[in-house]
């Protein structure tokens, strides 16, 4: 028995008018226009599709850029004043310098031979106006120190901080008390005075040249 091909034949007339219909019609082999009866090749073709999650890629693009900065800490090498390099989150808060301060040298070969005279339990306010900064510690910051250690911690704290923008002298008060710190040379600066950098440029270690 021959083998029949069942064609779909869909008319749909909407322009004129006429009411559309649809049927099924078998025809022979025979019958079929020769186009329809020709061997078809089939050709399968793959699409790969890559799908970019734009938020994914948003997000990264709008990622804050983190800002950092160098401060310059002063720590102690053979009783005298070096300076050191650290870099820390911008912009650098009185905060941040004087707890990144107390937490003594860095480490690495910059911290090697440096130590810090100021206690790691040491609590401060700062305040600044008019380019004086303002720090007020408690009493067990200087007499838990020896006389060498004293000048030594104040020449620190007086150092780091006279080399940021904005300040140019100290002013040193205990429980909100003015009180006297000695200087660089030795002596002692009245209660109440405010103290420079200069002050303490004595104990820096000498560079030669």
Not at 71 to 81: G, P, V
Not at 109 to 133: H, M, T, Y
Not at 141 to 162: G, K, M, W
């Amino acid at each position: 028995m021959k083998r029949l091909i069942a064609v779909v034949v869909l008319i749909a007339i909407s322009s004129c008018g006429v009411p559309s219909t649809s049927k099924v019609i078998q025809l022979s082999p025979s019958e079929l226009p020769s186009e329809l009866s020709e061997q078809t090749t089939t050709t399968s073709t793959t699409t790969t599709t890559i799908l970019i999650d734009e938020s994914v890629e948003d997000r990264a693009t709008s990622l804050p850029e983190v800002l950092a900065e160098p401060i310059e800490l002063y720590y102690i090498s053979a009783n005298r004043l070096v300076a050191t390099t650290l870099t820390i989150a911008s912009p650098a808060t009185t905060s941040q310098v004087l707890a990144a301060l107390i937490a003594g040298p860095p480490p690495g070969d910059n911290g090697v031979g440096l130590r810090s005279a100021l206690p790691l339990n040491l609590n401060a306010e700062i305040q600044i106006s008019k380019g004086i900064l303002q720090i007020d510690t408690s009493s067990q910051f200087l007499s838990d120190l020896s006389p060498i250690d004293q000048r030594l911690a104040i020449a620190q704290i007086v150092l780091t901080f006279t080399r940021r923008p904005g300040v140019g002298q100290i002013i040193f008060t205990v429980d909100g008390q003015s009180i006297a710190v000695p200087r660089g040379r030795g002596d002692l600066a009245k209660p109440g005075t405010a103290v420079s950098f200069d002050d303490y440029s004595s104990l820096l270690v000498t560079v030669a040249g």
